[in-house]
């Protein structure tokens, strides 16, 4: 296990499993679709309109796990100055920053037809929208600063502060009044006796794991990518890049 | 199965907009975040070969090269 902690073999690990979960997300979103859109009927309040929250809610939910991911990551890179956390933190943060996206756009399309508005500038909804703002900080604060420990490091501290918008995401529904509903999942008891009927609770999951893979698969690519430009020096890389040219013909 | 009909599927009981719009919107997120990380790897590699060109560049066809590029 120790042994991928070295950015080389990291390298060639991700890049034989990129492929496989690819792989696994596509039918993960597949299956999931084809329950959540044709096999789930519809609610009794909402209509159709609920069909909506197969994507918001995973999206909700990865935009505050990768948050997560991400100033943990920060954290260990901080402390134990491990090259590849930085550069997992760092990978992270645009996939983060796409799905609070995600959510902010996907709950105000639901929204509309259910509150009969848009927007509320209540708790949830400003809350996941700082939550945007600190992806796009720490992205910002990264590509303002060229050398990269120091970028790193920078990226973690404003991580490490702007954690405390989880919680408040998470209980913003229990602690204020609040349009947006309470959670329907919430805890893995409520899994195993849900509040909401298998036929719509499946799809949920299914689609709540296509895009725990998703970010997985996709984090991958962009370490790897990471990986090629923080290590240019090292003889490996350099390799990679000889080789590339080979194949390609201009390098003689 | 519910729907009676594709056109049923595609109304979406009436709130196609929202919807369809909501899971277009998350489409374009999806694809967006695979092509921009695979774009960025193959750009990392891009820049790297072209580092190393131009590094060789001089001892091969002299300064001319380095300087046109």
Request: charged share 10%; hydrophobic share 55%.
């Given at each position: 296990?120790y042994k991928?902690?070295s950015p080389k073999n990291?390298?060639a690990?991700a890049g ?6 690819g792989t696994?997300?596509?039918l993960l979103?597949?299956f999931?679709?084809y329950?959540?859109l044709?096999?789930a ?7 159709d ?5 197969f994507i918001?809610?995973p ?6 796990f990768i ?8 954290l260990?890179g901080?402390?134990?100055n ?15 920053a796409?799905?609070t ?9 639901w ?11 209540d708790?949830r ?9 600190l ?5 910002a ?9 120091r970028?790193?490091?920078a ?8 954690v ?9 529904v229990v602690w204020?009044n609040?349009l947006h ?11 195993v006796?849900?509040?909401i009927?298998?036929s719509m609770?499946?799809p949920?999951?299914i689609?709540?794991i ?8 996709v ?5 790897r990518?990471?990986?090629?430009a923080?290590e ?11 080789s590339g040219?080979e194949?390609?013909?201009?390098f003689? | ?11 979406m009981?009436?709130?196609?907009d ?8 998350a489409t ?5 975040n695979?092509v ?9 590699l891009?820049m ?10 001089p001892k091969?066809?002299?300064a001319?090269?380095y300087?046109s590029?």
């Open positions: 296990m991928y902690a990291f390298y690990l034989r499993l990129i492929p496989w979960l696994i997300t596509l979103f597949v999931g679709l329950l959540g044709y096999v009927p519809p609610d009794y309040q909402q209509g309109s609920y069909r909506i929250m918001h809610v999206a909700a939910w990865m935009s505050m948050y997560v991911m991400m100033a943990g990551a920060g260990v901080l402390v134990w491990i090259k590849l956390a930085d550069m997992l933190a760092t990978a992270s943060a645009p996939i983060g796409s799905l996206l995600m959510a902010l756009v996907t709950g105000s399309l929204g509309k037809p259910t509150w009969g508005t848009y927007w509320v500038w708790a909804l400003t809350s996941e929208l700082l939550l945007f703002f992806y796009m900080g720490f992205m604060l990264q590509a303002a600063i060229d050398d990269p420990r970028s790193a490091r990226g973690a501290v404003l991580a490490l502060v702007g405390v918008d989880i919680p408040i995401i998470h209980f913003s204020w609040t509903q309470p959670a329907s999942i919430g805890s893995l008891g409520r899994i006796s849900p509040t009927y298998p609770l499946h949920l999951l689609m709540s296509a895009f725990f893979v998703f970010y997985f698969t984090v991958l690519i962009r370490m990518g990471e990986i090629l923080r240019r020096h090292t003889g490996w890389v350099t390799q990679i890049v000889r040219m194949t390609q013909g201009k003689p | 199965m519910i729907w009676h009909s594709w056109h049923a599927f595609f109304a009981g009436g709130y196609a929202y919807v369809w719009g909501a899971y277009g919107f374009l997120v999806l694809f967006w695979v921009s990380a695979v774009r960025k790897r193959k750009a990392v891009k790297l070969r072209e580092l190393a060109l131009a590094e060789q560049a091969e066809t002299g001319q090269r300087v590029e």
